[in-house]
């Protein structure tokens, strides 16, 4: 059973830009780590971003900083992910996951970190 709902995927080119977001409910956000995952066809599941829902400094892959930003509106219990400067390897099914409860690990890019997932939003780049 899928918890959280994300939203936002697409096909772009190369160069584009996309913002995918996360509702989450509140009991599953307040105080909580909240990642962006992806996966491509063939490949595993990688940690893309991190944040905490009460603060603290935002993490991302290698291969994506400078270009995706993660951000939150706690109003909205709502996690967001905005993808600038994409390239056709960004191309994946995007999910976004919680912890249960707590803050973010060292190890925040591991998909056993998170309990709570969501059913996933299709992402396409072309070249």
């Known amino acids: 059973q899928a918890h959280l709902v994300e939203s936002g995927g697409g096909s772009v080119q190369a160069g584009g830009s996309l913002r995918l977001a996360c509702v989450v409910p509140g009991y599953i956000y307040r105080g909580n780590c909240m990642g962006w995952f992806r996966q491509a066809p063939g490949k595993e599941r990688e940690g893309v971003a991190k944040i905490y829902t009460y603060g603290g400094t935002p993490d991302y892959a290698d291969s994506v900083k400078g270009r995706f930003t993660i951000s939150q509106d706690n109003a909205k219990n709502t996690v967001y992910l905005q993808m600038n400067s994409l390239k056709p390897e960004d191309t994946a099914m995007y999910y976004c996951?919680?912890?249960?409860?707590?803050?973010?690990?060292?190890?925040?890019?591991?998909?056993?970190?998170?309990?709570?997932w969501g059913q996933g939003t299709q992402v396409t780049v072309s070249s």
């Open positions: 996951a919680a912890r249960n409860g707590g803050v973010c690990m060292y190890h925040w890019w591991a998909p056993d970190q998170y309990t709570y």
